[in-house]
């Protein structure tokens, strides 16, 4: 092994372009550019260590942090220390991050990660760029400019706006003013029309319409004139008026009426 101390260096114009290490052909799907004040590389294993003002960037990606090493056979590569990684309109913050060749992240620690108009943060985030899906294994949230949601575990995919959470779940209408609590909900969202389904001790209220709600499940539509489909024990109050059944259908909208 050679370290090369004090140098700011680009390691994939030597490693990258087809050079011949031990016998092995290396080459990367696309250039990677491996920066830092200090730099060791490793021909056995093919693998290059970075510390001091650490910058990897490759497929159009940013990567910059205190420590990183890199997998040249693998092309993955972890960062830790005060982790920024940029992409298009991804822009993330963490402790450490691990990405693969595949488009795939695992980001740990005080994550925050702001892609759009959409913000995740968390203890940890998976997250694969080439289908936009994400998993937050150990809780957090998710807030965009229509809702908030947040959950024990959350999944969800930021392209189609679709978010899964169990375990404590808090959801939020911004565009509509409906909040709920439930043991879990999927929400999906497409500008301000929405849809949720919760189960699992929902409950739900509206402060500006004065209605609150109970029930085992609940389903919602904004578009079908704020449709609330109570199941389960159902209960719904509005202005001291209580309505009880199995089945309760609450029109949100403008014209708030309980069937």
Do not use: W
Request: with cysteine; hydrophobic share 35%; aromatic share 6%.
């Amino acid at each position: 092994m050679k370290q090369y101390g004090k140098i700011k260096t680009a390691l994939a114009a030597v490693l990258c372009s087809c050079c011949i290490l031990g016998g092995t052909a290396v080459a990367a799907d696309g250039p990677i550019e491996l920066t830092g004040d200090v730099i060791e590389y490793d021909a056995r294993t093919d693998m290059a260590k970075a510390t001091g003002g650490v910058k990897v960037t490759r497929d159009g990606g940013v990567l910059t942090g205190a420590e990183a090493t890199y997998n040249f056979k693998t092309q993955e590569v972890t960062v830790t220390g005060g982790v920024t990684a940029v992409k298009d309109d991804m822009n993330l913050k963490a402790d450490k991050l691990f990405s693969t060749p595949n488009q795939e992240y695992v980001a740990d620690g005080n994550v925050v990660a702001v892609k759009g108009e959409n913000t995740l943060v968390g203890p940890q985030i998976r997250y694969n760029q080439a289908t936009s899906d994400i998993s937050m294994p150990n809780g957090g949230s998710a807030t965009g400019p229509q809702a908030d949601i947040k959950g024990d575990v959350l999944t969800g995919n930021l392209a189609i706006q679709q978010y899964h959470a169990v375990g404590n779940v808090y959801l939020n209408s911004k565009t509509n003013d409906v909040q709920s609590t439930s043991n879990e909900a999927t929400y999906t969202g497409n500008g301000e029309e929405f849809v949720f389904t919760a189960n699992g001790n929902v409950n739900i209220k509206s402060p500006s319409r004065n209605i609150v709600t109970n029930s085992d499940n609940a389903v919602y539509n904004s578009a079908e004139n704020g449709k609330l489909v109570l199941t389960g024990n159902a209960v719904a109050t509005q202005n001291n008026n209580i309505v009880r059944g199995n089945t309760l259908t609450v029109y949100m909208g403008d014209n708030v009426n309980i069937e």
